[in-house]
């Protein structure tokens, strides 16, 4: 069974770093991209950043691209999110999600198929 | 990036037909990208429903369909059972290389 767990969501100032995990099993985690999606309390999803297979290439939203850093360590089956400069408007949950198609050449994902249960992150003074 | 259009909400009666919208642009949507679906129970975390805009993964039930036209893709559930009330999400990624959401859509089986 593929399962993904997150890891590390906690109450932080604004202006504070977090730094998210999530454990995969149940796949050949070195084969597949990975995201990040979130989702503000009451709100739909957002997706925040990707990392491809081989983590040579990552991509971030907008919104926090600059202060979050997506990486991975395929020896340790661990996706990552380097949460630096919170708001509070980041206040969300978390999810790791697993990407469809392995080994992807020309795009650094494509769908993601399989969700963890996320994890709460909330900025505030 | 902006978010794609989908309704807030729709609602039908059991057995019935609904289809729910997401319009976005031709840098997304409407672009040779990868278009999808998710749908999300309360408390849940979101459950993969279609792909490729009109493809279901192993394992969802065949009254769930996609389809597209120019920059809207649109999901269809026929024959509504109670289990369908949900929230609703398309996606899609971007010429940016980056992916986006609809705003969500609330089905309320009535």
């Known amino acids: 069974e593929v399962k993904l767990v997150e890891s590390g969501g906690v109450e932080v100032q604004p202006g504070g770093s977090l730094r998210l995990s999530c454990a995969a099993s149940?796949?050949?985690?070195?084969?597949?991209?990975l995201h990040w999606v979130r989702q503000a309390p009451g709100k739909g999803l957002e997706w925040v950043s990707v990392?491809?297979?081989?983590?040579?290439?990552?991509y971030y939203a907008d919104s926090v691209r600059g202060r979050f850093t997506i990486s991975r360590d395929n020896s340790k089956n661990s996706l990552f999110l380097q949460m630096n400069s919170l708001r509070t408007e980041d206040t969300a949950l978390y999810y790791c999600?697993?990407?469809?198609?392995?080994?992807?050449?020309?795009?650094?994902?494509?769908?993601?198929?399989?969700w963890g249960k996320g994890t709460p992150v909330t900025v505030s003074s | 990036q902006s978010a794609l259009t989908q309704p807030a909400s729709v609602s039908g009666s059991p057995g019935q037909s609904i289809t729910i919208s997401c319009t976005g642009t031709?840098?997304?949507?409407?672009?040779?990208?990868?278009v999808s679906w998710y749908q999300q129970h309360p408390g849940k975390a979101p459950q993969f429903l279609i792909y490729?805009?009109?493809k279901r993964p192993s394992g969802v039930s065949n009254r769930f369909s996609g389809s597209r036209s120019g920059n809207t893709a649109s999901l269809t559930i026929s024959g509504l059972q109670a289990e369908d009330e949900a929230d609703y999400y398309c996606?899609?990624?971007?010429?940016?290389?980056?992916?986006?959401f609809g705003g969500g859509t609330k089905l309320t089986v009535l």
């Open positions: 990392i491809s297979w081989d983590g040579g290439t990552t």
């Open positions: 490729d805009v009109s």
């Open positions: 149940g796949f050949t985690f070195d084969d597949y991209s």
């Open positions: 999600a697993k990407d469809l198609i392995p080994f992807l050449q020309y795009d650094p994902g494509s769908y993601m198929d399989v």
């Open positions: 996606s899609s990624y971007t010429s940016a290389s980056t992916w986006v």
């Open positions: 031709s840098s997304d949507v409407g672009g040779d990208n990868y």
